[in-house]
């Protein structure tokens, strides 16, 4: 147990030990950097001003005084000035002499110096800028002048530097003359900004002038017009823009006054467009950077454009207009983008990049009529880089084209680009296409690009069945978005009811289901004899239609669409009965003076008449056949009993048979003359058979 003589120690020592632990803040830091110059305006310089780093303590206030005393001399002037800076005004020192000067800080815990300067007063002498003035000549040259003579001092050196308005690099030179300077070949209609700095004898160099720019002459523009065509997202669209860039100002040389564009048509005509810088028109828009031709150009087989100033115009850049066809399977272009910069890059290929002048690298925002730009490279380069700022979840087209040394222009790839992505907008259509048997078909429309918000790298389609108390959703398949817009399901089950669904994945997840709802009915698995059906009975009304209109139209007309039985029966005249009985009674005696026997249905409607090309005609051949007598014919007839039923030609006179034939009611002499023809010839024969006289007219 301690006692009373041994802890009242103890307590003083726990008291008195925070006092021991906290720190004096002690003395200041000594100031460094001490500077010392004399300050002239136009009229004199009449103050010395010092300058200095304070590096105050930061738990005390310091107090900084400015000291001076004249070199081998005792005297300590003293001037009270802020943390940084102090002054020594004319009266308090001589204009040649020196000075030794230093700072003192003092605060709470002592003070301390900074170290000593000497300074010799017309030494720190600082002049102001001078003055830079030019001459309206066409040289681009400039002019300054000082304040040394005002003080009776020479000029020392001066250095001048200048760079063009666009260019951040300025361009340094030490000049010995003290009043001129001159660029000998500036950029023609460039703006030169010059600054100037000089000195007075041994004193300190004065700070720069202000900016003192200077226009230099213009010149004829050179170079070519960098247009390009904005034919949409895809190529067959027939509406093309054509758009194009200002010039450098190394290349306009001068202010452009207008831009002539020549159209030439597919039909070989042409159109020239004057599009004025200074005029708004409605023909074209501008957005500081590049123009666009308003009106499409369809019917467009090349443009040319140039750039007029008052000295010139550039050389007219030729562009074909873009065709579509199969884009080439490579090179294959790789996209790394961010709000700020969009860098593509491909790879070469011989197959294209021998016959291949230069590459067109063309981004365009899917909403139309914004985000467009393209960059020309030569064929050795493989990387582009744009900058911008490019929208978050917006879809940006990327498009690589080939220059050819022919001048013709073709695509070689495509691919879309993202700063940030997002999930994609739904599905805007979802429905079933068609139903057959046990298998359906579903149809939907994909996102349009301006709702995916990112790469869509598949469509997820699903199936639930509906009346399962678990309401089971499965996952049918993934569609890529290259494999079109429908997807078959098969093997589902009859009568059963069904809610498909669909939905866009990207990399930043999947949009909202869209559904569907269909339902198999059990007759479905018929539904293939329906076509058949069809055809049948479109089969048998036609035929019926065909044959009714056939019987309307008369037996003079041949119908194709029927049968040769259903045609109505042409009397064949070496069949009819009465020839065959004119036979008879010539073979049998005194029969042929008999009444003339009829066929039963004598009346002969229809016969086709047949043209035949008869042989030359023989005078003493048609005597031999008037000379005829009956008998003979019935000879011949004998002979020849097959010819009944046959309608050959008589091998020897080159007639049918039944044109040799007479009425059994006919009593003639035994040969025929041809004035009694006429009155001797049945109506049969007459209105069939040509008569001699109408064979020798042939």
Same mark, same amino acid.
């Given at each position: 147990m301690a006692t009373p003589t041994t802890w009242w120690p103890l307590s003083v020592l726990l008291v008195t030990f925070p006092c021991c632990c906290c720190s004096s803040p002690g003395l200041p830091t000594p100031p460094s950097n001490l500077e010392c110059c004399r300050p002239c305006d136009q009229t004199d310089c009449s103050v010395i001003k010092c300058i200095w780093d304070p590096k105050t303590h930061p738990d005390s206030r310091t107090i900084y005084t400015l000291h001076w005393k004249p070199e081998n001399e005792e005297e300590e002037p003293v001037t009270y000035g802020n943390s940084s800076d102090g002054y020594i005004h004319r009266e308090n020192f001589e204009s040649h002499g020196e000075l030794?000067?230093? =700072?003192?800080?003092? !605060?709470?815990?002592?003070?301390?110096?900074?170290?000593?300067?000497?300074?010799?007063?017309?030494?720190?002498?600082?002049?102001?800028?001078?003055?830079?003035?030019?001459?309206?000549?066409?040289?681009?040259?400039?002019?300054?002048?000082?304040? *040394?003579?005002?003080?009776?001092?020479?000029?020392?050196?001066?250095?001048?530097?200048?760079?063009?308005?666009?260019?951040?690099?300025?361009?340094?030179? %030490?000049?010995?003359?003290?009043?001129?300077?001159?660029?000998?070949?500036?950029?023609?209609?460039?703006?030169? /900004?010059?600054?100037?700095?000089?000195? *007075?004898?041994?004193?300190?160099?004065?700070?720069?002038?202000?900016?003192?720019l200077r226009k230099s002459a213009e010149s004829s523009p050179v170079g070519e017009v960098d247009a390009w065509w904005d034919c949409g997202l895809l190529l067959s669209n027939s509406d093309c823009f054509l758009n194009w860039k200002n010039l450098s100002i190394s290349q306009a040389r001068g202010y452009i006054l207008r831009y002539e564009i020549t159209v030439f048509n597919i039909n070989g005509t042409k159109q020239l467009i004057n599009v004025f810088t200074d005029n708004p028109s409605s023909l074209f828009v501008y957005?500081?950077?590049?123009?666009?031709?308003?009106?499409?150009?369809?019917? =467009?087989?090349?443009?040319?454009?140039?750039?007029?100033?008052?000295?010139?115009?550039?050389?007219?850049?030729?562009?074909?207009?873009?065709?579509?066809? !199969?884009?080439?399977?490579?090179?294959?272009?790789?996209? %790394?983008?961010?709000?700020?910069?969009?860098?593509?890059?491909?790879?070469?290929?011989?197959?294209?990049?021998?016959?291949?002048?230069?590459?067109?690298?063309?981004?365009?925002? *899917?909403?139309?009529?914004?985000?467009?730009?393209?960059?020309?490279?030569?064929?050795?380069?493989?990387? /582009?880089?744009?900058?911008?700022?490019?929208?978050?979840?917006?879809?940006?087209?990327?498009?690589?084209?080939?220059?050819?040394?022919? !001048?013709?222009?073709?695509?070689?790839?495509?691919?879309?680009?993202?700063?940030a992505q997002?999930?994609?907008?739904?599905?805007?259509?979802?429905?079933?296409?068609?139903?057959?048997?046990?298998?359906?078909?579903?149809?939907?429309?994909?996102?349009?690009?301006?709702?995916?918000?990112?790469?869509?790298?598949?469509?997820?389609?699903?199936?639930?069945?509906?009346?399962?108390?678990?309401?089971?959703? +499965?996952?049918?398949?993934?569609?890529?978005?290259?494999?079109?817009?429908? *997807?078959?399901?098969?093997?589902?089950?009859?009568?059963?009811?069904?809610?498909?669904?669909?939905?866009?994945?990207?990399?930043?997840?999947?949009? %909202?289901?869209?559904? +569907?709802?269909?339902?198999? !009915?059990?007759?479905?698995?018929?539904?293939?004899?329906?076509?058949?059906?069809?055809?049948?009975?479109?089969?048998?009304?036609?035929?019926l239609t065909s044959f009714i209109l056939c019987v309307f139209q008369g037996a003079k007309k041949e119908c194709p669409l029927l049968p040769h039985c259903l045609y109505e029966k042409v009397p064949d005249p070496s069949n009819s009965q009465i020839f065959k009985q004119m036979k008879r009674q010539i073979n049998e005696p005194l029969t042929w003076m008999r009444g003339p026997l009829y066929e039963p249905y004598p009346t002969i409607s229809v016969l086709e008449v047949v043209e035949i090309k008869s042989k030359v005609f023989d005078p003493d051949m048609m005597k031999k056949e008037n000379a005829c007598h009956l008998m003979d014919c019935q000879d011949d007839q004998q002979e020849h009993p097959t010819r009944e039923n046959s309608d050959s030609t008589d091998s020897r006179y080159g007639r049918k048979e039944y044109s040799k034939m007479v009425d059994s009611d006919e009593e003639r002499n035994d040969c025929w003359s041809s004035s009694e023809e006429e009155q001797s010839t049945s109506g049969y024969e007459k209105h069939f058979m040509p008569s001699p006289l109408e064979v020798m007219v042939e």
């Open positions: 030794r000067v230093w =700072v003192q800080a003092q !605060n709470q815990n002592g003070s301390v110096k900074s170290q000593e300067i000497v300074i010799h007063t017309q030494h720190i002498i600082k002049p102001p800028p001078p003055t830079i003035t030019s001459s309206d000549e066409d040289l681009l040259e400039v002019y300054w002048s000082t304040i *040394c003579g005002k003080l009776e001092l020479n000029v020392g050196v001066c250095d001048v530097r200048y760079r063009t308005e666009n260019d951040q690099n300025w361009i340094w030179t %030490e000049y010995n003359l003290s009043s001129s300077y001159g660029i000998t070949e500036p950029q023609p209609s460039t703006v030169y /900004v010059f600054q100037v700095r000089c000195k *007075c004898d041994q004193s300190l160099i004065s700070d720069w002038s202000p900016d003192f957005d500081e950077m590049k123009w666009r031709l308003i009106s499409s150009l369809k019917d =467009v087989s090349s443009v040319s454009v140039s750039a007029y100033n008052a000295l010139g115009a550039t050389k007219a850049s030729c562009l074909p207009r873009q065709r579509p066809g !199969n884009q080439a399977t490579e090179p294959k272009i790789y996209l %790394e983008m961010n709000e700020q910069n969009l860098t593509v890059s491909w790879n070469l290929s011989s197959k294209v990049s021998d016959s291949t002048k230069q590459y067109v690298v063309q981004y365009k925002e *899917c909403l139309p009529g914004s985000g467009f730009d393209w960059i020309k490279v030569d064929s050795k380069q493989t990387t /582009v880089v744009f900058k911008g700022t490019f929208k978050k979840y917006t879809s940006y087209q990327v498009s690589l084209f080939a220059v050819s040394n022919l !001048n013709e222009i073709s695509q070689l790839a495509t691919a879309t680009g993202y700063s997002g999930v994609p907008s739904k599905v805007p259509s979802f429905k079933v296409f068609k139903i057959a048997g046990t298998a359906v078909t579903l149809e939907w429309e994909p996102v349009p690009c301006s709702n995916q918000r990112g790469v869509i790298l598949y469509y997820e389609i699903g199936l639930n069945t509906q009346g399962d108390p678990k309401y089971i959703s +499965t996952l049918v398949r993934n569609i890529n978005v290259t494999s079109g817009t429908t *997807c078959k399901l098969e093997a589902l089950s009859p009568g059963q009811k069904y809610m498909a669904w669909i939905r866009a994945v990207s990399a930043a997840g999947p949009s %909202e289901k869209v559904n +569907t709802t269909f339902t198999i !009915n059990h007759h479905e698995d018929y539904a293939f004899v329906t076509p058949i059906v069809v055809i049948v009975l479109l089969v048998i009304t036609t035929a």
